[in-house]
């Protein structure tokens, strides 16, 4: 169906089923001892609160995370079970970020970005090594983006590892921020209205931006329909859970737009979430699937 040959990358087996435990992980591992004490706080519409909350149950840290009100359930469900406190607050990912934000002054807590901290880079980092260090003749990385730790993390890998390696970053065009800021070289604010929580943000973040406007190749934006569509072929061709973010690298792959840059090269594709909602799921399969 693209015309490459094809590698998916299975971050949705991850043990938060996302690539951001990656992050999570090597940030908390780091804290100093009296910052464990005090506890971390994050605000996040899923994936990277379930990344804090498990970095910070395996070293005993207390962790708060505030999620807009209508956060998938399933990722809410997961880091209560973590043993993180939830809050939810506000209609979208921003309204929750600034209340996260406040609360971390009051309560003296280390506030952690969804993507300006380079251990939370770092971490991710380790997903594009084990691509390369698997399939070291790579051309071609499609990675999601909501913030853009993900793509940037590639980014950095490839300059160093592989210096012809093409990084692609893919966000919803209904929740275009990152994009919108890389292609003017400056932070822009854009409406925030995909469903597809793992890729939505209204604001880009600073850090990852400055990386990707240095090193990042190209970035492109597909439609929420394009992610169901991806979805339902993930999920009925790997056979595995895969979220509508995590599908986005696919659904670029599909585009008339991207695919013939693709055509007789060697792609991976970075299926960086399986935390879908019954909704979503549902939403998918009834979703036509693509021609062959």
């Given at each position: 169906m693209v015309g490459a040959a094809v590698w998916v990358k299975h971050e949705n087996l991850m043990p938060t089923g996302a690539f951001k435990v990656r992050g999570g992980i090597n940030l908390t591992s780091r804290l100093d001892p009296e910052t464990r004490r005090r506890g971390v706080i994050t605000a996040s519409t899923g994936n990277h609160g379930q990344s804090v909350a498990y970095g910070a149950h395996l070293f005993g840290i207390p962790a708060t995370v505030c999620v807009p009100e209508h956060a998938n359930p399933v990722k809410v469900e997961a880091m209560r079970d973590l043993g993180a406190e939830v809050i939810c607050v506000?209609?979208?990912f921003d309204e929750a970020r600034a209340h996260c934000e406040a609360l971390a002054a009051e309560r003296g807590l280390r506030y952690v970005h969804a993507g300006n901290e380079p251990d939370l880079?770092?971490?991710?980092?380790?997903?594009?090594l084990e691509i390369l260090?698997?399939?070291p003749?790579?051309?071609?990385?499609l990675v999601a983006v909501g913030g853009g730790s993900g793509a940037s993390a590639a980014c950095i890998v490839a300059g160093v590892v592989r210096p012809s390696l093409e990084v692609i970053g893919v966000q919803s065009a209904r929740s275009p921020a990152a994009h919108d800021s890389w292609r003017a070289g400056e932070m822009v604010e854009r409406p925030n209205t995909t469903t597809a929580e793992g890729v939505a943000t209204g604001t880009a973040f600073e850090l990852p931006q400055r990386i990707m406007r240095e090193?990042?190749?190209?970035?492109?934006?597909?439609?929420?329909r394009d992610l169901l569509t991806a979805t339902r072929l993930m999920i009925e061709k790997t056979r595995t859970l895969v979220e509508p973010a995590g599908a986005a690298p696919l659904a670029a792959a599909l585009d008339p737009a991207v695919a013939p840059r693709l055509r007789g090269r060697r792609v991976a594709l970075?299926?960086?979430g399986a935390n879908i909602s019954p909704a979503q799921l549902a939403e998918a399969l009834a979703t036509p699937a693509p021609e062959s």
């Open positions: 506000g209609r979208a880079i770092a971490g991710v980092a380790t997903c594009t260090e698997d399939q003749e790579i051309d071609v990385i090193l990042l190749t190209d970035f492109v934006l597909v439609e929420d970075v299926c960086s």
